[in-house]
C-alpha cells in the first residue's frame, strides 16, 4: 500500500512540473514573438479605452424606458 501511494506522488510530482515548466516555456515564447512583432512595427498606437458617453442622451434613455416597459408588460418572459 505504501509502495503504490509513493509511486502515485511521484508520478503527480512529476506531472504537475513538467505541467509548470511548459506552461512557464509558452509565456516566454510568447513574450519573445511578442517583443519581436513589436519591433517590426513600433509606431502602433496603443488603444485606450473609448470616450466615454454623454451623459443625458435623450434617445439611449427613451429606448431604455421603452425596452424595460416591454418587459414588465410581456411579465418578463424571454422568447
Avoid: H, Y
Avoid at 513589436?38 to 434613455?61: C, K, M, Y
Amino acid at each position: 500500500m505504501a509502495e503504490s501511494l509513493e509511486t502515485g506522488l511521484v508520478l503527480m510530482a512529476a506531472g504537475m512540473g513538467t505541467v509548470f515548466a511548459l506552461l512557464t516555456m509558452l509565456v516566454w515564447m510568447v513574450r519573445g514573438v511578442s517583443k519581436i512583432c513589436r519591433s517590426f512595427d513600433p509606431q502602433t498606437p496603443v488603444v485606450g479605452p473609448p470616450p466615454p458617453a454623454a451623459a443625458t442622451n435623450d434617445e439611449l434613455i427613451t429606448v431604455i424606458g421603452a425596452a424595460i416597459s416591454a418587459f414588465k408588460r410581456d411579465g418578463g418572459s424571454s422568447r
